[in-house]
């Protein structure tokens, strides 16, 4: 059975990365319920390994989660998480482990477990990231490098200095972090969600002391530590262009979406007229797809406008954290598939319509590990199961890759959507599983000025 990595390898008319979010645990440790245990392992081994599988999300590296990974552990026989990832993927970018917070250590020694996000700076353990980057690499697998600049996940110490302090600080960490990986990692995510909903900036710590134009400041600093390095901004609800719009009149009361669409092009349009060596965009598409208001998914054809003029600017485009959450839709698990199927297929295929589409990332790829279940509620947003089985959406990424294939009638399949919202007889993309607007307008305030994340606004 062809995997997607095969599939891009040996078929795709364009190369494309098919990537995934990467979390050390699952991967170097073994979970017995689907690992089974080996025979040479005494209960007490399985008992440990069993004890410290769990999702690592929390925003410093705790060692009850995330013990040291052992030579043992890394010559272990790939584990099940492992074998998918391996097989099924060609590049993986760091969930969590390379962004500021979990890189710096607080202490000198072992990680102190009730230390709250690091207030210190300057020591780093890279010991999790240079697992994972050197498997991937062992394995043939291209690493994204996420996140240098965010402000959800860096150091709260940065509130307390004066704006020249900060400066420098985010500086060596740009400097330190791309030159410690400098020959294994080439693709950057160099400042995320720096975006309000508005369009607007974000009045976040590097905002409030280096000013408007920290931006261009990381991407010049990052250019210069790698001078080779593809260098990347990256947001979320970013990916329709449309709301509002009368091509889709369904999308008239989402009209307010449109804002950060336009604020996302205009910042990239605005660093490209300057010259800051940014090369690309990235798109998260944490997607709802029983979603409301500024939880709805876009259609099709507003992704492929927004990464066309993206394009336009000379600049590659990238899903980069896909995801299809479904339990806002009614409690109907084949409704669900389908509509999570759908999403998959069609967003992906008029993604991949367009030249400067150069990938999709998932944040994951089976519903055992997904950040979905700590940030948000008990979903299942990815494309294999619990138990590490190929999903129907599996089968929707799986044709989206299709439509790039030298096969003429298969890549014709799943288009009718690509460039409009209806199709010849009438029938809207969604229509069987999309969920009304709700007709009260409650004013919801938007707390996204201030940096509030996604998973802090109303779902
Ligand atoms: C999340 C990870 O999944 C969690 O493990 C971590 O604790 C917090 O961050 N947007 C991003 C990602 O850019 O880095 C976030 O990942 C999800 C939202």
Redesign the pocket.
């Known amino acids: 059975m062809d995997t997607l990595r095969d599939f891009v390898s040996s078929t795709c008319r364009k190369k494309v990365h098919i990537g995934t ?1 990467l ?1 050390p645990k699952p991967l170097f440790m073994r979970d017995p319920e689907v690992d089974g245990t080996f025979s040479n392992e005494s209960d007490d081994d399985a008992q440990d390994a069993m004890s410290v599988i769990k ?5 410093t590296v705790d060692p009850a989660f995330d013990p040291v990974i052992t030579k043992a552990a890394r010559d272990m026989p790939l584990t099940k998480y492992g074998q998918v990832l391996t097989s099924e993927f060609n590049a993986v970018v760091i ?2 482990h390379l ?1 500021w917070s979990p890189l710096v250590c607080t202490l000198p020694g072992p990680i102190d477990q009730t230390a709250p996000p690091t207030n210190y700076l300057g020591r780093y353990d890279f010991h999790h990231v240079d697992t994972m980057v050197d498997f991937a690499l062992k394995h043939n697998m291209e690493v994204k490098g ?2 240098l600049v ?1 402000h ?2 860096s150091p709260p110490c940065l509130e307390d200095m004066s704006p020249d302090e900060v400066g420098s600080a985010v500086k060596r960490h740009i400097f330190t972090t791309m030159g410690y990986f400098r020959d294994r990692i080439q693709i950057w995510d160099v400042v ?2 720096a975006l309000a909903s508005d369009g607007t900036l974000v009045e976040n710590v590097f905002y409030r002391k280096m000013g408007p134009s920290y931006i261009e400041q990381c991407f010049r600093w990052a250019h210069e530590a790698n001078p080779r390095a593809v260098l990347i901004y ?1 947001d ?1 609800k970013v990916e329709g262009c449309g709301y509002g719009s009368d091509d889709n009149p369904r999308y008239r009361k989402n009209a307010p979406l449109q804002a950060k669409s336009d604020g996302f092009y205009n910042l990239l349009k605005d660093l490209v007229g300057r010259g800051v060596p940014v090369h690309g965009a990235g798109m ?1 598409a ?1 997607f709802s797809a029983g979603g409301v208001k500024h939880q709805r998914p876009p259609t099709p054809s507003m992704v492929k406008r927004q990464i066309r003029r993206i394009g336009e600017l000379g600049l590659k485009v990238n899903i980069s ?1 896909m995801d299809v959450r479904v339990s806002k839709l009614p409690q109907d698990e084949a409704l669900r598939s389908r509509a999570q199927t759908c999403i998959y297929r069609d967003i992906l295929t008029a993604a991949l319509s367009e030249p400067s589409f150069d990938g999709v990332w998932l ?1 994951g790829f089976t519903d055992r590990h997904t ?1 979905v279940k700590n ?1 948000y509620y008990d979903d299942r947003p990815l494309i294999f199961s619990e138990v590490y089985e190929r999903k129907d959406s599996y089968e929707g990424v799986k044709c989206a890759l299709e439509s790039i294939s030298p096969d003429e009638a298969k890549s014709l399949v799943n288009r009718k959507y690509i460039d409009c919202d209806v199709d010849e007889n009438g029938i809207e993309w969604g229509h069987e599983w999309m969920q009304p607007e709700p007709s009260s307008d409650d004013n919801e305030k938007d707390s996204t000025k201030q940096g509030n ?3 802090l606004l109303p779902s």
């Not at 999702?55 to 925003?59: D, G, L, Q, Y």
Request: one cysteine or more.
């Open positions: 979010a979390l999702c690592a999300t929390i925003s969930e969590h962004k996420h996140v965010w959800v996940t995320n969600e990256n979320n998260q944490h954290e944040w950040w940030f994340p996604d998973w």
